[in-house]
T-cell receptor, first 116, second 118 residues
Framework: DVKVTQSSRYLVKRTGEKVFLECVQD?????MFWYRQDPGLGLRLIYF???????EKGDIPEGYSVSREKKERFSLILESASTNQTSMYLC???????????????FGQGTRLTVV | AQKITQTQPGMFVQEKEAVTLDCTYD???????LFWYKQPSSGEMIFLIY??????QNATEGRYSLNFQKARKSANLVISASQLGDSAMYFC???????????????FGRGTSLIVHP
């Protein structure tokens, strides 16, 4: 079974802190994603990475950065946490594969971050 | 404009009955795929079913089927014989186009909360 593991289920951080959310996958997937989930807004893409050291901005990258130094690990960084970044963060990974075929994304269990 | 629209914020269904969750999408790409995911209260996203734009048949996976109407750009999820464990958030997602590295990005709708009553 594919496993995507996020380092924390719950985090509480103070405004202005630098926050690291870690995600590790064990299936050698090329693609990794960070989404943010808020009630009524669904999942919104923050960043994705298609290979080591390669990244692209998603729909809401402001206030975030990412790091992918190794294929299995994709980190989301909140440079200076703010209360409006309180949310559920979901990491996902996917093999590149044939785009005409079903290659669904596999998700971690989510990190619920509260910034106070 | 939203690429994926789920118009039902919440749905209620009686146990053992069937329920349809709506999803419409917007794309100009001839090659795309549609996914449904389930998110129980525990938070993990569980893949349920996939439909490719070139697939001739509607996708089915056990009690889940996808009512794919290409001309109407809809991909509704049908759950037959609902069970209490089906209570969850359900997300419709679409992948289209090819981005850097040969990858594509799944875009998600806002979700529908399904509650199954005993």
């Amino acid at each position: 079974d594919v496993k995507v593991t996020q380092s924390s289920r719950y985090l509480v951080k103070r405004t202005g802190e630098k926050v690291f959310l870690e995600c590790v996958q064990d299936m050698d997937h090329e693609n990794m994603f960070w989404y943010r989930q808020d009630p009524g807004l669904g999942l919104r893409l923050i960043y994705f990475s298609y290979d080591v050291k390669m990244k692209e901005k998603g729909d809401i990258p402001e206030g975030y950065s990412v790091s992918r130094e190794k294929k299995e690990r994709f980190s989301l960084i909140l440079e200076s946490a703010s209360t409006n970044q309180t949310s559920m963060y979901l990491c996902a990974s996917r093999v590149t594969g044939d785009p005409r075929m079903n290659t669904e994304a596999f998700f971690g269990q989510g990190t619920r971050l509260t910034v106070v | 404009a939203q690429k994926i629209t789920q118009t039902q914020p919440g749905m209620f269904v009686q146990e053992k009955e069937a329920v349809t969750l709506d999803c419409t999408y917007d794309t100009s790409d001839p090659s795309y795929g549609l996914f449904w995911y389930k998110q129980p209260s525990s938070g993990e996203m569980i893949f349920l079913i996939y439909q490719g734009s070139y697939d001739q048949q509607n996708a089915t996976e056990g009690r889940y089927s996808l009512n794919f109407q290409k001309a109407r750009k809809s991909a509704n999820l049908v759950i037959s014989a609902s069970q209490l464990g089906d209570s969850a958030m359900y997300f419709c997602a679409m992948r289209e186009g090819i981005r850097a590295g040969g990858s594509y990005i799944p875009t998600f709708g806002r979700g529908t909360s399904l509650i199954v009553h005993p």
